[in-house]
């Protein structure tokens, strides 16, 4: 009888705590925050602060960006030259008064906040996280009020400057949600799903479920598993049942089967969408959807990276976190912009460099066919800059590790975790005496240390066993993939390597060790984490070009010249790394060596080698700061893509009697012919290991152009025309119909045409820009790393013939017109449609 009156008093609990009328809703919360700028005396967390004359803003939203580029900015050049500080955003709304909505949860999430963040709700503080690139959610349940209004502040504290050798960009830069639950719920990145067993006929997709309860009781939670294909069709589905404590969370483990899997690689990235219900006498309570990627991999010592059995050539590049003119705010298309292009030319891998990305990114990483190394930090107990992550390291790395692999581990194109780059602690370590056996416990995974294992750490030192430490925090929730770190220090001694924890040897630079790698590593992978780190300036170009510059002389040198440019040759690059040529031509030999990861895919904010001030961004990217490629990007188009390529540089606008060297970039041919004219200037042949072809030529105006040739035959034509005075403005959308979803993008490409219709590649004019309808004009740009005007300003100079105009869309239909002027010119137009 007892029994009956409990079950039937958690049953009337069940009646008055549970809906199945939505189960879970998940809201935009980005619309409608006001934001101001502050110093340290301003608080803004009380619900009573008037905020009415602050700027009402959506997000995500970077302040930094928003400013001219300055030279006194504390983050220096290194940092991008533009402003931190101190921001408060706030936010106020209403949840209806119901009792349905008043027995839910609720919660609020946060993508990102650089740095520092505070959340309030209702006066009362939610928490804060230091690091600005981790995710992180609050519950707001106990402090909403219902029917009337509720306040959320957020106390943004960039102002100790400066904090990154890179871009970081300010504010909440990412996308919030508001989420609510029933009280019994899938907890945060709640399900974990592996691919454990795959086979030609069937592959079994495990699947741990945390589940949540905080009912009076506890309850006999239904489990129920169901796995659609990417037509929708249910393939396998599996339940069960498990008990949850009141106020604690369960993990449940099941296993289902798939017959026929089709396997996600990177030229078919297939998806699967796993759906997990939760029910209590019947009733659902909560419903959770996680993106399933069925593959199998391995790293091998002499083979490299395989894929569902396959041997795979990881191409990769390096990527900060900003997004040019719109610095660090995430926009979904920007970065689906910048993989398409990156795609463009072969490339099949991104490193997060040096941070957890936005989700967004490894979505569309799934979506697309991506290898992605997920980098956790840039530093550790050892600080880079005055006021960087190392002096929150002690106290929140592993609740930073830990957060990121849990929410990333479902990701397929997610392959290998990178716990640092770079870091201080490869050289020298504290003497073994001073570790004392807590830490060593901590390194061993909780692994009573005996006196064997004493002996060993013996020889080991602090720096290796954080190494070890981490690398334990990363298995303890994701035991499926490699661990690695970034290494720039290849010594014997590095800690990091002496520590045995690291799944992948990972060097940064150093190509000349390269090829034996085998032999000092002969039981583990290797590969190549960050490589190149040439220099160019799109479109500008220095003869003779068959020497290298090595800019600067030594890392620790000063340099400076003039003219902040470098050569559009791959012919200069840093000290520490090489040109792209020669690293392409010693990775792509050698089977061991996993892949790479080039420094870097874009130019980026920050950074500015081999310069400083006036430069503002960097030179390493094979396509600069607005998107558009350099030249050397058809190298590689050449190298890693099956396209017909056929690319010949430089322009052809000249002084005459100047000599210029004309190099080409080709494949899928035996020869080149280049003609000046109509007049045949030779035949030029790759030798040996060569991937370019080049001619000293004399400068005449006119036409120069290249045929490529197999066996004789035509494969390709390419030309490049002496352009006149401008004319007229070209105005080119990468997208010409976009999304009325107030967040979609179209990029904008201006160039200026003479008589005869050719793009004038020395062209530098202002040119100003205007848009009528419903929509916003959010930046420019045009990859010159020394001006200073904000990014955000509707006006831009031409850099060596281009610049651009990012349009954004708004929730409305119907059609926005650009329109394009510069003086003397007349004004053009280009029209986008929003559907």
């Avoid at 740095?115 to 609050?138: A, C, D, Q």
């Avoid at 604690?248 to 699967?272: A, D, G, I, M």
């Avoid at 003219?563 to 031509?585: F, V």
């Avoid at 322009?651 to 005459?656: A, D, G, L």
Wanted: with cysteine; proline share 4%; aromatic share 10%.
């Amino acid at each position: 009888m007892k029994n009956l009156k409990v079950a039937f008093a958690m049953l009337i609990v069940c009646s008055t705590s549970l809906s199945a009328k939505s189960v879970r809703q998940v809201q935009d919360f980005d619309q409608n925050w006001k934001f101001t700028l502050a110093d340290s005396t301003l608080n803004a967390s009380s619900p009573a602060f008037d905020d009415t004359k602050w700027r009402t803003l959506n997000l995500p939203h970077d302040w930094s960006i928003e400013s001219d580029f300055g030279k006194d900015f504390p983050s220096t050049a290194g940092g991008g030259a533009l402003p931190g500080g101190l921001g408060w955003y706030r936010k106020t709304f209403t949840l209806e008064k119901s009792k349905d909505l008043q027995a839910k949860k609720i919660f609020i999430e946060f993508d990102g906040v650089y740095r520092n963040s505070e959340v309030w709700i209702n006066g009362t503080l939610l928490g804060k996280r230091p690091n600005g690139y981790i995710s992180f959610r609050y519950e707001l349940t106990p402090y909403i009020k219902y029917g009337v209004n509720n306040v959320i502040a957020v106390k943004v504290d960039n102002s100790k400057q400066p904090n990154s050798r890179w871009y970081s960009g300010s504010g909440i830069y990412r996308n919030v949600r508001l989420v609510t639950t029933n009280s019994v719920f899938v907890d945060n990145w709640g399900t974990y799903v592996t691919t454990p067993d795959i086979n030609g006929d069937s592959a079994i997709v495990a699947v741990q479920t945390t589940v949540t309860n905080t009912m009076r009781f506890a309850q006999s939670v239904g489990v129920e598993q169901f796995l659609y294909d990417a037509n929708g069709q249910l393939v396998s589905q599996i339940k069960g049942a498990l008990m949850v404590p009141t106020g604690n969370s369960n993990k449940y483990f099941q296993r289902l089967t798939v017959k026929k899997p089709v396997l996600w690689n990177l030229e078919n990235p297939y998806l699967y969408k796993l759906v997990t219900r939760l029910n209590i006498f019947g009733i659902q309570t909560d419903e959770y959807t996680t993106t399933v990627g069925i593959r199998s991999f391995t790293f091998d010592v002499n083979k490299g990276f395989i894929l569902n059995g396959k041997h795979v050539k990881i191409n990769g590049v390096c990527n900060h976190h900003d997004l040019g003119a719109l610095g660090t705010a995430v926009n979904e298309r920007a970065l689906e912009r910048q993989l398409e292009i990156m795609k463009g030319m072969g490339v099949n891998a991104i490193r997060t460099s040096h941070n957890p990305p936005a989700p967004e990114l490894l979505d569309l990483c799934d979506r697309m066919g991506f290898v992605v190394m997920d980098e956790a930090f840039d530093m550790w107990k050892k600080k880079k800059t005055k006021y960087d992550y190392a002096l929150d390291f002690d106290k929140w790395h592993e609740r930073d590790l830990t957060d990121q692999i849990v929410r990333d581990r479902n990701h397929p194109s997610v392959f290998i975790w990178s716990i640092g780059n770079e870091v201080g602690e490869q050289w020298g370590d504290t003497p073994a005496e001073d570790v004392d056996l807590q830490a060593a416990n901590i390194a061993l995974n909780n692994k009573k240390v005996n006196e064997t294992e004493d002996v060993k750490l013996g020889r080991l030192g602090k720096n290796a066993l954080l190494t070890r430490h981490l690398a334990d925090v990363a298995k303890s929730v994701d035991p499926t993939r490699p661990i690695t770190a970034a290494c720039n220090g290849t010594q014997e001694s590095n800690p990091l390597f002496k520590s045995e924890a690291l799944d992948i040897i990972g060097f940064n630079y150093h190509e000349a060790e390269f090829a034996d790698i085998t032999k000092r590593y002969p039981k583990t992978p290797f590969i190549v984490t960050e490589s190149v780190s040439s220099l160019n300036t799109r479109g500008y170009y220095e003869n003779p070009s068959d020497s290298v510059r090595i800019w600067p002389s030594r890392w620790d040198v000063a340099f400076d010249k003039p003219e902040h440019l470098c050569s559009g040759y791959d012919n200069c690059r840093a000290p520490w790394g090489s040109t792209h040529e020669t690293n392409l031509k010693i990775v792509d030999k050698y089977d061991h060596i996993a892949g790479q990861f080039i420094w870097t895919g874009f130019d980026y904010l920050g950074e500015p080698t081999p310069y400083w001030w006036p430069s503002r961004s960097s030179f390493f990217g094979i396509v600069d700061l607005a998107g558009f490629p350099k030249d050397v990007y058809y190298l590689y188009q050449s190298a890693w893509t099956n396209k017909d390529v056929l690319h010949i540089f430089p322009h052809w606008n000249w002084e005459k009697g100047q000599t210029v060297d004309v190099w080409a970039y080709y494949n899928h041919a035996d020869e080149v012919e280049l003609y000046l004219n109509g007049a045949s200037l030779g035949k030029r042949t790759k030798q040996g290991d060569d991937m370019h072809v080049m001619w000293r030529v004399n400068y005449e105006p006119g036409t120069l152009k290249a045929v490529s040739r197999k066996a004789g035959k035509e494969v390709l034509t390419s030309e490049v025309k002496t352009a006149g005075a401008p004319v007229s403005i070209r105005l080119t959308p990468d997208r010409a119909t976009i999304k009325a979803d107030g967040k979609d993008l179209s990029f904008v490409t201006v160039e200026l045409l003479d008589k005869d219709g050719n793009a004038c590649p020395l062209a530098n004019q202002l040119v100003k820009f205007s848009l009528e309808g419903d929509g916003a004009i959010v930046g420019t740009d045009n990859g010159d790393q020394n001006e200073h005007a904000s990014l955000k300003k509707p006006e831009r100079k031409l850099f060596y013939g281009k610049c651009m105009a990012i349009v954004q869309s708004s929730d409305k239909v119907g059609v926005l017109t650009l329109k394009a002027s510069v003086d003397g010119l007349p004004i053009q137009s280009v029209q986008l449609t929003k559907k």
